[in-house]
């Protein structure tokens, strides 16, 4: 992909699927997208069956990449402590909103459990 012919609003952001593929999304800032959000338009296995208000853990994913993207909020945490397969690095990809310091983001999906 090439970064210079990116429009201006758009981030570059690689989602590792749970096979192990890279993709690399084209990701607008001036949307009000989430992460969740960004995977399903690009038909990635992100469910999001709570519509993304932090309820279900079916868009959690794995920071893979060196980006500060701030805390985790209450809601959250409170989700992940009920997750299986949590990590450190471990985060909601509802709760992620996709701004210009997300461009070169690395992330991957978390496995599916139960």
Not at 38 to 60: F, R
Not at 81 to 98: M, P, T
Request: contains cysteine; negative net charge.
């Amino acid at each position: 992909m090439d970064l210079n012919n990116m429009e201006e609003n758009t981030v570059l952001i690689t989602v590792v699927d749970r096979e192990g593929v890279g993709h690399a999304l084209e990701a607008p800032t001036d949307m009000g997208m989430n992460m969740m959000e960004l995977c399903k338009s690009y038909e990635l296995p992100v469910e999001g069956t709570c519509g993304g208000m932090a309820m279900c853990a079916s868009c959690h994913m794995y920071i893979i990449s060196d980006h500060d993207l701030g805390i985790r909020n209450d809601d959250e945490e409170a989700m992940l402590d009920q997750a299986f397969f949590v990590k450190e690095n471990s985060r909601l990809g509802c709760q992620l909103h996709i701004a210009p310091n997300f461009n070169g983001l690395k992330v991957q999906l978390a496995e599916v459990g139960g």
